[in-house]
């Protein structure tokens, strides 16, 4: 009987983890292709300019295809050191995920100041030599957003020291448009606008959140029955 319940908990902890596998395949592929095609297209801060969606993406897929790996070869070897080892990885991630969702919501306004000092700082690089990643983002969220600047179109004036803003800032894109008079430029600040549309899309998010927490939980609970399961047909074969 303990053998027999071995076995289906067996298939399901390998289909899932392959599923999961393949999804961290899929997660690498895409971050893979976003640095050959958008190589150029980094992070908007100063502080952090590796953190781009690229290597996001590599490192995210990277990690969940090696615990995919570890949970698919524990779970056909019914091997319980990488049984334990699959869980305690996803329980990490699990707890680090959480701790990390409820220090965002306790510290919001902190963040948003933060936020907004180092998008101001990274503005000073725009246009720079070994910055095209960031000059390229801002102009693309300057374009897509319909917006200027991170909390005005002013904090432009600082960076070039003149009343002027990037042509990305432009209502109607022309070269140099930006040296125009206001009335030509978006006035919508951008830390704002995108802040408004991921309040929009909060639905989205917090059910991708809560699926991927689910998720997780399942795996969890797969690679803990199994585990006990392995050690209960061991002692029954002992």
């Known amino acids: 009987m303990a053998r027999g319940c071995l076995q289906g908990v067996k298939y399901l902890m390998f289909a899932f983890n392959l599923l999961f596998w393949l999804g961290g395949c899929g997660i690498l592929g895409v971050g ?20 781009s ?17 570890v949970g698919c070869i524990g779970a056909i070897k019914e ?37 907004q000092q180092d998008l101001k700082k990274g503005l ?19 374009t897509d957003f319909r917006c200027c600047g991170v909390s005005s179109y002013t904090d432009w004036f600082e960076v070039y ?8 800032c ?6 140099s448009c930006g040296l125009h008079a206001p009335g030509t430029w ?12 991921l309040q929009e899309n909060l639905l989205a998010v917090g059910v991708f959140g809560l699926c991927t927490a689910l998720v997780q939980i399942l795996g969890l609970t797969f690679a803990m029955t199994m585990y006990c399961q392995v050690v209960k047909a061991d002692t029954y074969c002992a």
């Open 32 to 51: 893979i292709w976003l640095a050959a095609t958008q190589g150029n297209f980094a992070t908007l801060s100063s502080s952090f300019p590796s953190l």
């Open 53 to 69: 969606a690229a290597n996001l993406l590599i490192v995210a897929g990277t990690f969940v295809m090696a615990i995919g790996f």
């Open 79 to 115: 091997n319980k050191c990488l049984l334990l080892t699959f869980f305690v990885l996803l329980l990490l991630v699990f707890l680090l995920e959480t701790s990390l969702a409820i220090l965002f919501f306790a510290y919001t306004d902190k963040i948003d100041r933060y936020a």
């Open 124 to 142: 000073h690089l725009y246009g720079t030599p070994g910055n095209v990643g960031l000059t390229n983002a801002w102009s693309i969220i300057q």
């Open 161 to 168: 020291n003149a009343t002027r803003v990037p042509d990305s």
């Open 170 to 175: 432009c209502l109607e894109f022309s070269e």
């Open 186 to 197: 978006w006035k919508a600040p951008c830390y704002e606008t995108v802040k408004v549309w």
